[in-house]
T-cell receptor, first 117, second 113 residues
Framework: GAVVSQHPSWVICKSGTSVKIECRSL??????MFWYRQFPKQSLMLMATSNEGSKATYEQGVEKDKFLINHASLTLSTLTVTSAHPEDSSFYICSARQMAFMNTEAFFGQGTRLTVV | KNQVEQSPQSLIILEGKNCTLQCNYTVSPFSNLRWYKQDTGRGPVSLTI?????NTKSNGRYTATLDADTKQSSLHITASQLSDSASYIC????????????FGKGTKLSVKP
């Protein structure tokens, strides 16, 4: 199956600093990528949807200035957590699809565990 | 409100036994239903994807069923193995949306020797 690579797999940062997480589709072109956050024992919560070459669409309650998303190419999307705080500590997962609609498979990255101290 | 409910929340079984996980949804309009396996600290991995017209689909020891009338799905695991220990997530896709997926909270399965 298609592979979505997420980097880093874990990161620890100090409060107030920024952290960038990369999501790459390794063997297909992802027109759309999704960013999720997952708290312990909770389901994945969609944060934003990004389409290559355009601005991301953020879900209600997600601060776009805090969670910067860039989808500059068909194989790479980045999520930057700016001025991180301990409450931003979570498991962040990206997902990529070749097409935005119909029954195309959504492939997930392996996730990034962010801990803000 | 679009929701996906899974049961049980957690399950412990002995190696070699079978088990069935349940998923009820109230998502409309419905596009497809997926089952994912998520190991701790990892991203979800797809097991099956089923459309409205499909009643059952198998992937090795995993068999998913879908009843679109009652809006219920099940995932049956046969001859469980220790490596099956994971969270199993039911995800329903909304038709016509830009890939909007509604996630269940998952069933945490523990397979004991």
């Amino acid at each position: 199956g298609a592979v979505v690579s997420q980097h880093p797999s874990w990161v620890i940062c100090k409060s107030g600093t920024s952290v960038k997480i990369e999501c790459r589709s390794l063997d297909f072109q992802a027109t759309t990528m999704f960013w999720y956050r997952q708290f312990p024992k909770q389901s994945l919560m969609l944060m934003a949807t990004s389409n290559e070459g355009s601005k991301a669409t953020y879900e209600q309650g997600v601060e776009k200035d805090k969670f910067l998303i860039n989808h500059a190419s068909l194989t790479l999307s980045t999520l930057t957590v700016t001025s991180a705080h301990p409450e931003d500590s979570s498991f962040y997962i990206c997902s990529a699809r070749q097409m935005a609609f119909m029954n195309t498979e959504a492939f997930f990255g392996q996730g990034t565990r962010l801990t803000v101290v | 409100k679009n929701q996906v409910e899974q049961s049980p929340q957690s399950l412990i079984i002995l190696e070699g036994k079978n088990c069935t996980l349940q998923c009820n949804y109230t998502v409309s309009p419905f596009s497809n239903l997926r089952w994912y396996k998520q190991d701790t600290g990892r991203g979800p991995v797809s097991l099956t994807i089923m459309t409205f017209s499909e009643n059952t689909k198998s992937n090795g020891r995993y068999t998913a069923t879908l009843d679109a009338d009652t809006k219920q799905s099940s995932l049956h695991i046969t001859a469980s193995q220790l490596s099956d220990s994971a969270s199993y997530i039911c995800v329903v896709s909304i038709r016509g949306s830009q890939g909007n997926l509604i996630f269940g909270k998952g069933t945490k399965l523990s397979v004991k020797p």
